[in-house]
T-cell receptor
Framework: QKEVEQDPGPLSVPEGAIVSLNCTYSNSAFQYFMWYRQYSRKGPELLMYTYSSGNKEDGRFTAQVDKSSKYISLFIRDSQPSDSATYLCAMTTGTASKLTFGTGTRLQVTL | DAGITQSPRHKVTETGTPVTLRCHQTENHRYMYWYRQDPGHGLRLIHYSYGVKDTDKGEVSDGYSVSRSKTEDFLLTLESATSSQTSVYFC??????????????FGPGTRLTVL
């Protein structure tokens, strides 16, 4: 079993929809959680960064962490075609500079 | 791409040949990483460096070696390429100021095909 599980999709939604992307993990030592966005044939770029449990909002994006359930989510409101990309969750214990990534979910926002 | 370049961007090679990929940064960051990305596996850490001449293994290091003789350059070498090493390789950097929690910035990737 992988340490981090993420549904690969693809997930197709109409423009303006609310998107929910999720990851589950098994290592209770993970303390820091990130979401990266990766456009086709590009490197990943950091989108959101959260520590421990709770919510963090940045514009149309909200990251949510539930450590008791070992479950993290990324919500995208008012989705746009420019949001079409692969979204990767990543996490770390904070004791070493190593990230563990999910496999990524491919999102397509249609007009 | 946060001052990170990778070369070459594309390479096709034959089984058994040596291959070296280069990552160059202009950010003076302490940490540098090599990942490979494959369908169904996501990003997996191959090796990383925490300073000049200081390197350590990652999750999938077999068949790969690395060297870092200067802060700005991190080389990944496949001593004898195999078809299982066909992948997209990404370099990443972080400043290490907040060990374990600092942001990693990724390069544009190198697409390697081993025939």
């Amino acid at each position: 079993q992988k340490e981090v599980e993420q549904d690969p999709g693809p997930l197709s939604v109409p423009e303006g929809a609310i998107v929910s992307l999720n990851c589950t993990y098994s290592n209770s030592a993970f303390q820091y959680f990130m979401w990266y966005r990766q456009y086709s044939r590009k490197g990943p770029e950091l989108l959101m960064y959260t520590y421990s449990s709770g919510n963090k909002e940045d514009g149309r994006f909200t990251a949510q962490v539930d450590k008791s359930s070992k479950y993290i989510s990324l919500f995208i409101r008012d989705s746009q075609p420019s949001d079409s990309a692969t979204y990767l969750c990543a996490m770390t214990t904070g004791t070493a500079s190593k990230l563990t990534f999910g496999t990524g979910t491919r999102l397509q926002v249609t007009l | 791409d946060a001052g990170i370049t990778q070369s070459p961007r594309h390479k096709v090679t034959e089984t058994g040949t040596p291959v070296t990929l280069r990552c160059h940064q202009t950010e003076n960051h302490r940490y540098m990483y090599w990942y490979r990305q494959d369908p169904g596996h996501g990003l997996r850490l191959i090796h990383y460096s925490y300073g000049v001449k200081d390197t350590d293994k990652g999750e999938v290091s077999d068949g790969y070696s690395v060297s870092r003789s200067k802060t700005e350059d991190f080389l990944l070498t496949l001593e004898s390429a195999t078809s299982s090493q066909t992948s997209v390789y990404f370099c990443a950097i972080s400043d290490g100021a907040r060990l374990g929690t600092d942001t990693q910035y990724f390069g544009p990737g190198t697409r390697l095909t081993v025939l």
